[in-house]
């Protein structure tokens, strides 16, 4: 098991209120790590103090709209975006697991996402649209 994995584990199975005692079971795992190491790994893993407790949190996310968003038959929707902002959309929208969403490709700032079926192709547009709309 990965250290991440192990912290992870305790803060889902134990209220955690003190690093100190997270430490204490991560060495008791066989983790030797310092307070300060431990402190950048909660950093890197959304790991929050929330009303006297230890929970993972959901990160902020900014909304970025898209340019533009234009269908190409048959199961084809190419996406620009904002320059840099397309791979992380990309990566939220297949996390997001839109129904008629088959993947995507992303570059800088442009996005290929392709249907399950081209009859999915209207469906997809809706789902890429509402999905923005929510805020990826």
């Known amino acids: 098991m990965h250290v991440d994995e192990a912290i992870l584990s305790h803060l889902g199975s134990h209220e955690i209120g ?3 005692v997270l430490l204490g079971l991560l060495r008791i795992d066989g983790f030797e790590l310092t307070l300060s190491t431990l402190s950048r ?4 893993l959304n790991i929050r103090k929330e009303r006297g407790f230890y929970r993972v949190t959901q990160p902020t996310r900014t909304v970025t709209p898209p340019l533009s968003i234009r269908k190409v038959k048959p199961c084809l929707l190419i996406i620009r975006t904002p320059v ?3 791979q992380a959309l ?3 929208m297949d996390a997001a697991q839109l129904p008629s969403l088959a993947g995507s490709v992303a570059g800088h700032d442009t996005i290929f996402v392709a249907s399950t079926d081209p009859s999915r192709l209207d469906s997809l547009d809706e789902e890429v649209r509402r999905f923005l709309e929510n805020g990826f």
């Open 41 to 44: 790994r909660m950093k890197k």
């Open 84 to 86: 840099g902002s397309a």
């Open 18 to 20: 003190d690093q100190s």
């Open 90 to 92: 990309a990566v939220a």
